[in-house]
């Protein structure tokens, strides 16, 4: 079974110019997670769907991040302009539910978009 | 809010050696799961092993078993007979009833030695 696949792997660019990153997730999994995980510091979730709905993105900073998930299948997170704190891994993630509070919706990553903004 | 704590940033482990990753958590959820997962250098988020709250035994998933102890809000990870290639970072993870997110801990970095 194809895992969480995720492109670019790695991405530089200047500040104040833009990035998307694409995932595709595991076959069947209607719940999609965006995370971005900063150097020396655990994921930290900015967007959620369930098919092609936002559940959560609380945690997105709206000003220059942006996501979608047409047809609820692949997904594009962009962000532009950017800044030199969005330096990171962006993971993308993805579960066959919306709970986790069981064994059997547990959330499958991606390897993970490594962004450097110089 | 759930909170997270891992409190050994790194640790070393002769291989074959067993290892105790540490994971406390603070939360007033009666119903929750907890997770660890393992990150090498590749970037890749792994899923190890899941423990439910109301699971009465330990989860164990072949050499990794995790510790629950529910009063005490742990849930420590234990690898058995560590190999070279269990080198890597290793995330504790909470997901509390009705929450449909991981908080994960800052992690801890284990190094296996020849």
């Known amino acids: 079974e194809a895992g969480v696949a995720q492109s670019p792997r790695y991405k530089i660019i200047e500040k104040r110019q833009s990035v998307a990153f694409w995932c595709n997730p595991i076959?069947?999994?209607?719940?999609l997670y965006w995370y971005q995980q900063i150097l020396g510091q655990g994921p930290k979730l900015l967007i959620q769907?369930?098919?092609?709905?936002?559940?959560?993105d609380s945690q997105l900073p709206k000003d220059r991040f942006s996501a979608e998930r047409l047809k609820g299948v692949d997904s594009t997170l962009k962000i532009q302009p950017a800044k030199l704190e969005d330096s990171a891994v962006y993971l993308c993630?993805?579960?066959?539910?919306?709970?986790?509070?069981?064994?059997?919706?547990?959330?499958?990553f991606g390897e993970g978009s490594w962004l450097t903004v110089v | 809010a759930q909170k997270i704590t891992q409190t050994q940033p790194g640790m070393f482990v002769q291989e074959k050696e067993a290892v105790t990753l540490d994971c406390t958590y603070d939360?007033?959820?009666?119903?929750?799961?907890l997770f660890w997962y393992k990150q090498p250098s590749s970037g890749e988020m792994i899923f190890l092993i899941y423990?439910?709250?109301?699971?009465?035994q330990n989860a164990t998933e072949g050499r990794y078993s995790l510790n629950f102890q529910k009063a005490r809000k742990s849930a420590n990870l234990v690898i058995s007979a560590s190999q070279l290639g269990d080198s890597a970072m290793y995330f504790c993870?909470?997901?509390?009833?009705?929450?449909?997110?991981?908080?994960f801990g800052k992690g801890t970095k284990l190094s296996v030695i020849p």
């Open positions: 993630a993805s579960s066959f539910s919306r709970s986790t509070s069981s064994s059997g919706n547990t959330i499958y």
């Open positions: 076959s069947g999994h209607a719940t």
């Open positions: 769907f369930q098919n092609n709905g936002v559940v959560d």
């Open positions: 939360t007033s959820d009666q119903s929750y799961g």
């Open positions: 423990q439910g709250s109301y699971d009465e």
């Open positions: 993870a909470f997901s509390g009833a009705g929450s449909y997110q991981l908080t």
